[in-house]
């Protein structure tokens, strides 16, 4: 405590990073607690001088507390005070006479004396601690030396000269900072930051104020410090806080803009480093608790002994909780704060208590070694005569030092001149109490210390030279460190006060790389440190131990957790780990949000029941509704998922429900996957358990796709049809283990004997290891029984009283087909996603479910015979999804050759049932597209429209020519030309004109997507024949095909091919149409080469065939539309225009293109200085490659 600066400094020991004003304070409350008994010990008279309690001669407190200011310090120094009336005054330390100079507030003097110690060797640890402490030399007014502030009684004389430090000026004079004061540790305060930025540190910490003297300033209007720029920072980001809090937006704003070089969202960006303090509306309401009156600076109060406030209480404790009255208010923050003194007193006494038995330990082995070695007083180690003296000088100068202050003194922020600290760690052990309580406990409680012996050399010299002589032998106990070092612990209590002192020191100084190293340490200390403040301490640290940890880091963050969950219980987890997760739920990095959000799902095992459901569901719903990183949120997804399956608060179901809408209609892919993957699965099992799954959760997501279905009309959105279809597929393995676990035979299964082996591909791949039947179930085996008993009671004695397997085919599979009917046949998506989620139920229900139970309800539906044939009725069943989802989603779920037969005769009825009906085809082209993606069909699909080829109706033979071209393009080249052309060229010669003009659509595709040759050349000579042939001129039919297949292919297809086959018969039916007499044909032919001619002007068209095909097709095209359509002659007239442009630019650019003699003889010219320069250049390789460098 001697080390306090009369400025309040501490010793040169840097601000800790990881503790918070309020931890400043208690320093400050401690350390005047401290000056305050010390005082009290000084002025007892009747101390006995060899005890403990007595004050030694070189107590600088004990000085202070008999001598007036001003006085020569021998005068104070009375025969009394020196411990004896009869002894000889020993020669006063320059320890005690530096105290007594900066106390008087002598600095000149101080620092004189000081020059001159640091210039003979003998620096003072007490004097170069002040003036390295820039802290004591900023205050600008203060109260005279010895001089109570005014108007507080009690507070001057001797008491204040004692009891608290003096402020920097003298008489009321002010003392600046000077350049003769300014020293080198006082001219650089800037520190690095762990991201490497220089931030200039301009804090001074409050605690550099003595307290006395804060309240001073506090508590007179007149003497207030003017405001510090880290202080500015830090109330205008409360107040900005404020002001969001209460909706003064505005304002918020302005002042925002007022104060532009503040962060106003990034705590971190005021500048110090303490935790965010609470917001201005707690510190006004806890204003009251710390507000300082008149009588409560009376020092009565720390003068007042045990036994009257032990009578004090009762009668203050009778105060009625309502008050009135300001004496009634006063009353009781006066027993507010006697409470207070009791509590702290009662920490003196413990510490008392251990500092007495530290030192009658020592006094006993001291005294054994005298006994037991003739020659030990000789020799006495002078490190125990060291530590013995400062323990005694301790436990006198700071008897009232509570356990979080001793911690706090270790911690650098007070430290003793001689590198002692003024508190010692209460031990895990008996030895915390007095001797004579030591002696009534049983001898069993009692450690016993084993007693350590040094061989004693057989010299007569005294123990006066040996302790000077050992005092060469380098040794630094004058510090923080060197008291650490110095004091080895000697119970596992010990260890971790240690450690809880060091830690906070360490860390700071490890590279940041390497701090995942610490993480055991901060964990184990944090376990079993006895102290609260502490452990709250030293989780803060391993929460903001990285500043962005990545995921091996924050692996090993969790890990620490959740085995500190698991050691200290579900209490202190509440306690201790949840608030470091709510205090960085908002923090600028998603790496730091990251591992708070992993941290709740983590820990959610460990949790009070209560507390999962309720604040931990709320923390990580307030995450997903408002954090934009993806990452964060796909954390919070798989922590909610955790949290449901452990949650038992039947009331938090609509709440998990509306979180999963959320969650499936995030923007992010990463999110819904992973709500796919974990929170649907585990939402879905706790509502099986409630017994919502088929009552709620499925209902209502097949309610939300009729009404998506109603509203979509004109537009639907698939997106959203997507979710919902998404999130009942994900719920199908949930509703089979329902299914079979409500079963009948589900009381009959019983694991004996060998067990059936389940087939590899008896159910899909799960998305996830929470989607496997065999995981929801319990084991494979038990899943295997069930499986054999589900097919035999199918298979035999039907669903009678199974009534979760009656509501999926009696409300399930209705509802779906009809769901089905409604959607629009020519959405691909739509279609697909109903497939997949048919061919999943199908595939996990099973093959006897689905021919017994499925099939037979779309059959019922589809009808499909020839007899119900009604051609003037386009718009049956046949016509609608149905047909696509029951051929791709049902009847592809097995693949055996019945299976296949099945399929093959479906598809077959369907287009000779559409094609005779003369119905759209849009319902037999979904399900031809949805089957040809995959090449196990391709087979299968030509053998259908072989089918229709050889079929006896011309309408059967077109609709399979149509089927070709969807067919074309994902089928290898092989089936093209051994299966495709050939049945092609076999409807290309049919009787029937319309078959043949079905079949240019396919040709064309041909033409588009294969690169053989041979197959391209049979192409174009059936498009030849079909173009050329007398008896298809009049076709008028046919030459639309022709073109508009010309217009599709045209652009994609080979040049060769569009170069010398499409654009010269496009130039060629342009010609044609000119003379074309009825309007109507020549229209339509004209709309149709207008739009072939747009799609191929995109091409590379050579300058010949511009000029010789292309130009005059177009002229003669704008003929056409000058007579029929002029809004697009005057589009036709643009495209010629510019055709002609680009071939007038080409015939300009052409002798260009040829180089000029003078343009060749300049390259030359140029080529052959070029390469002279590089001919002189005679320097090394490495240095020729340099010269190509760009300059830095």
């Known amino acids: 405590m001697a080390a306090m600066a009369p400025g309040g400094g501490g010793s040169g020991g840097g601000v800790n990073p990881f503790l918070s004003d309020s931890d400043e304070d208690d320093d400050e409350v401690a350390a005047t607690e401290e000056r305050r008994a010390g005082l009290r010990l000084g002025a007892g008279v009747g101390l006995d001088p060899g005890s403990a309690g007595s004050l030694s001669p070189q107590d600088p407190v004990a000085l ?536 709740c799902g983590a820990l959610a095992p460990y949790l009070p029941k209560e507390i999962r459901s309720s604040l931990v569901l709320s923390m990580l719903q307030q995450m997903l509704m408002e954090d934009k990183a993806d990452l964060v949120r796909e954390a919070v997804i798989k922590s909610l998922g955790v949290i449901m399956g452990y949650i038992d608060d039947p009331d938090k179901y609509q709440q998990g429900f509306e979180l999963l809408l959320s969650a499936l209609g995030d923007p992010s892919e990463r999110v819904v996957s992973a709500t796919h993957q974990v929170f649907l699965p585990a939402y879905a099992a706790w509502t099986t358990e409630l017994g919502n799954l088929q009552s709620h959760l499925i209902p209502t997501l097949l309610n939300k796709i009729e009404k998506l279905l109603k509203e979509g009309e004109h537009g639907l959105d698939e997106h959203k049809l997507h979710m919902y279809l998404s999130a009942l597929q994900s719920l199908i393995p949930s509703l089979f283990a329902l299914v079979l676990l409500n079963a009948p035979f589900s009381s009959k299964a019983k694991l004996h004997g060998e067990v059936p082996q389940i087939e590899v591909t008896r159910f899909p791949r799960p998305m996830s290891p929470l989607q496997d039947v065999s995981t929801i179930i319990g084991s494979r085996e038990q899943l295997a029984v069930l499986l054999q008993l589900y097919d035999y009671q199918l298979e035999h004695e039907g669903t009678t009283g199974w009534e979760s397997l009656l509501w999926v085919v009696n409300q399930l599979l209705p509802q779906l087909i009809e769901i089905v009917g409604k959607i629009n046949v020519t959405s691909t998506a739509c279609v697909h996603e109903f497939s997949r989620f048919f061919w999943r139920l199908c595939r996990t229900f099973g093959k006897i479910f689905t021919n017994t139970k499925v099939k037979p309800q779309f059959q019922e539906i589809l009808r499909l015979s020839e007899e119900n044939i009604d051609s003037s009725s386009g718009n049956g069943v046949l016509t609608k999804a149905t047909v696509p989802i029951y051929a791709t989603g049902v009847l592809t779920c097995y693949i055996q050759e019945e299976d296949r037969k099945l399929l093959v005769g479906f598809l077959e009825d369907v287009m000779t049932l559409l094609s005779l009906s003369h119905a759209p085809l849009d319902s037999l082209k979904a399900s031809f597209v949805e089957l040809g993606a995959n090449p196990a069909y391709h087979e299968l699909l030509l053998t259908v429209l072989w089918y229709g080829v050889v079929h006896t109706s011309a309408l059967v033979r077109c609709t399979a020519a149509r089927m070709f071209e969807l067919l074309v393009k994902g089928v290898n080249e092989t089936l093209v030309a051994q299966r495709v052309v050939p049945a092609l060229i076999t409807l290309s010669s049919d009787p029937e004109i319309s078959v043949r003009i079905a079949t240019i659509p396919a040709f064309g595709t041909i033409m588009e997507t294969v690169i053989q040759r041979e197959l391209l050349e049979r192409v174009k000579m059936q498009l030849a024949s079909f173009l050329e042939d007398p008896q298809y001129q009049d076709q008028h039919s046919l030459h639309t095909e022709v073109i508009r297949t010309f217009g599709r292919v045209g652009p994609n297809a080979e040049p060769r091919f569009r170069d010398e086959f499409v654009i010269p018969h496009l130039h060629k039916l342009a010609l044609v149409n000119n003379l074309q007499i009825v309007d109507s044909k020549r229209l339509d032919i004209a709309i149709h080469l207008f739009e072939a001619y747009s799609a191929l002007s995109c091409c590379f068209i050579s300058e010949d065939l511009m000029v010789n095909h292309f130009l005059p097709g177009l002229r003669c095209l704008r003929t056409d539309m000058e007579h029929l359509s002029p809004e697009h002659e005057v589009i036709l007239s643009s495209m010629i225009k510019e055709c002609e442009q680009k071939v007038e630019n080409k015939t300009v650019q052409e002798p260009q293109g040829s180089m000029s003699i003078a343009a060749s003889l300049v390259s030359e010219d140029t080529k052959t200085k070029f390469l002279n320069k590089m001919g002189q250049l005679t320097t090394s390789g490495a240095m020729l490659a340099n010269v190509f460098q760009r300059k830095k």
């Open 64 to 599: 202070g507390s008999s001598a007036r200011p001003g006085l020569p310090v021998e005068v104070a120094a009375t025969p009394a005070t020196l411990g004896g009336s009869g002894e000889t005054p020993a020669r006063l330390s320059i320890d005690a006479i530096a105290a007594q100079l900066l106390r008087d507030q002598y600095l000149l003097t101080a620092l004189e004396l000081h020059t001159e110690l640091l210039e003979s060797g003998r620096e003072l640890p007490r004097l170069r601690d002040y003036f390295s402490n820039p802290g004591n030399f900023e205050r600008q007014s203060g109260t005279p030396p010895g001089m109570g502030a005014p108007g507080i009684p009690g507070a001057s004389g001797v008491g204040g000269s004692g009891g608290r430090e003096p402020s920097t000026t003298s008489g009321g004079g002010q003392l600046n900072r000077a350049g003769s004061i300014s020293t080198l540790d006082s001219l650089d305060f800037a520190r690095y930051s762990d991201d490497g930025n220089r931030e200039t540190d301009e804090r001074v910490a409050e605690h550099e104020v003595p307290l006395q003297e804060r309240k001073n300033y506090k508590s007179s209007p007149e003497i207030q410090e003017p405001i510090k720029p880290l202080e500015k920072r830090a109330l205008n980001f409360l107040v900005n806080e404020f002001l969001l809090k209460n909706n003064y937006k505005l304002t918020s704003i302005t002042f925002s803009d007022e104060n532009d070089d503040q962060d106003f969202e990034l705590w971190d960006d005021v500048g110090l480093n303490i935790p965010k303090p609470p917001d201005l509306l707690q510190l006004y309401r806890d204003f009251g608790n710390h507000q300082v009156t008149g009588k409560d600076l009376v020092d009565v109060a720390s003068g007042v002994d045990e036994d009257e406030l032990e009578a004090l209480t009762p009668i203050l404790g009778n105060i009625p909780p309502t008050l009135d009255t300001p004496q009634a208010i006063e009353n009781s923050l006066l027993v507010q704060k006697l409470e207070d003194k009791i509590s702290l007193l009662n920490n003196e006494k413990w510490s008392l208590m251990e500092q007495i038995r530290r030192l009658e330990s020592e006094m006993d082995i001291l005294k054994t070694e005298h006994f037991t070695t003739p020659a030990v007083g000789d020799s006495v180690q002078p490190s125990l005569i060291q530590s013995s003296q400062k323990d005694s000088e301790d436990s006198r100068r700071s008897p009232n030092v509570n356990s979080s202050d001793q911690e706090k003194n270790k911690n650098g922020h007070l430290e003793t001149p001689g590198g002692a600290d003024s508190s010692i760690p209460k031990e895990n052990s008996t030895c915390s109490f007095p001797r004579k309580e030591r002696e009534e406990m049983p001898p069993s409680s009692i450690p016993s210390k084993t007693m350590v012996h040094f061989d004693q050399p057989n010299r007569k010299l005294s123990p006066a030279f040996h302790q000077a002589l050992l005092s060469f032998c380098r040794m630094s106990a004058d510090s923080r460190l060197g008291s650490e070092v110095s004091r080895i612990a000697d119970s596992e209590k010990s260890v971790m006060l240690m450690l809880g002192r060091c830690l906070p020191h360490i860390v700071p100084n490890v590279l940041l790389a390497k701090r995942e190293e610490l993480i055991p340490l901060i964990l184990c200390t944090a376990c079993l440190h006895p102290e609260p403040k502490e452990r709250d301490q030293l989780l803060h640290i391993l929460f903001n131990l990285i500043k962005r940890p990545d995921d091996e880091q924050r692996q090993m963050i969790l890990t620490g957790c959740v085995a500190f969950a698991r050691h200290v219980g579900p209490t202190r987890v509440e306690a201790e780990l949840l608030p470091q997760c709510w205090e960085q739920i908002n923090h600028k990095y998603p790496e730091r949000r990251l591992l708070v959000a992993e941290s």
